[in-house]
């Protein structure tokens, strides 16, 4: 024990380069370790024979991914391990020391992701709303040919309107002419017709009415006794024009 401690105890040209010992995300280079590993600790290999290179020069460290080493960083709690005593001991009472630099990649890191995450998300939306609009296209071009068909309907509307208050016009002159050159002369005759008709029929019911009708019966003997005194004068007429010849006896 005491030799290997002796010889843990020397310092040589890559002691702390191990996987234990933060890197420095700029450089790639190894930093000192935060707090010694105990020489006790059963997860420590043992070398034999000379070191391992630094960690410029060793291409399995400058391959860690910063994702491992943000979770070295980040875990509290370390591998359990024997004090000089034998008795286990906890590496999660050590206070965690994060490095600055590694924090701050970290925050860029979310804030890139949660950028992506809504440029993601908006680009997202543009597709949606552009095969919308794509399919929305036939639906305006049929609205705007259906707006061009009724405008043109409208206009034709509006023409036929104007030759039909024109067509109209005409033919009320043309009416007005040939009620004047034929008709008004037929109807003037019609009229007088009528009229005469109607005076007959007014004079009738008002001699009617102002002849009694005793008087009327005296007009109808003395028209018979009229008619009888022509028959008898016709024939008396009749008698000296047609009488034979008187011979003397």
Same mark, same amino acid.
């Given at each position: ?17 191990? !996987?234990?010992?933060? %890197? ?39 391959? %860690? ?19 000089? &005593? ?7 009472? &050590?206070?965690?020391?994060?490095? =600055? ?14 950028? !992506? ?13 552009? %095969?919308? *609009?794509?399919?929305?296209? =036939? ?34 002159? &043309? ?5 004047? &050159?034929? !008709?008004? =002369? ?7 017709? /009528? ?37 008898? !004068? ?9 009488? =034979?010849? /008187?011979?003397? *006896?």
């Amino acid at each position: 024990m005491a030799k290997r401690s002796q010889k843990s105890g020397k310092s040589g040209p890559n002691e702390g380069s191990g !996987l234990n010992s933060p %890197i420095d995300g700029a450089g790639g280079k190894s930093q000192p370790a935060p707090w010694a590993l105990p020489d006790s600790d059963p997860n420590k290999p043992l070398t034999h024979g000379p070191h391992p290179p630094s960690p410029p020069e060793s291409p399995k460290q400058r391959r %860690i991914s910063l994702s491992a080493r943000l979770n070295s960083l980040n875990t509290n709690a370390g591998p359990s391990s024997t004090g000089a &005593t034998g008795a286990p001991t906890s590496s999660s009472a &050590t206070p965690s020391i994060r490095d =600055p630099t590694a924090v701050a990649v970290s925050d860029l890191l979310g804030t890139m992701q949660n950028t !992506l995450k809504a440029l993601g998300n908006t680009f997202d939306v543009l597709g949606e709303q552009t %095969i919308r *609009v794509a399919s929305l296209g =036939p639906a305006v071009d049929a609205l705007s040919q259906i707006e061009l068909v009724q405008a043109e309907l409208n206009q034709r509307t509006k023409q036929q309107d104007e030759d039909m208050q024109e067509v109209k016009t005409r033919q009320l002159e &043309t009416i007005k002419e040939h009620l004047r &050159t034929v !008709l008004r =002369p037929r109807v003037n005759d019609i009229v007088a017709s /009528c009229i005469q008709k109607e005076i007959e029929t007014r004079v009738h019911n008002q001699l009617t009415e102002q002849i009694p009708a005793s008087l009327r019966d005296w007009l109808l003997r003395y028209r018979l006794q009229i008619m009888q005194a022509k028959r008898d !004068l016709h024939n008396s007429y009749a008698y000296l024009f047609f009488e =034979p010849p /008187c011979h003397a *006896v």
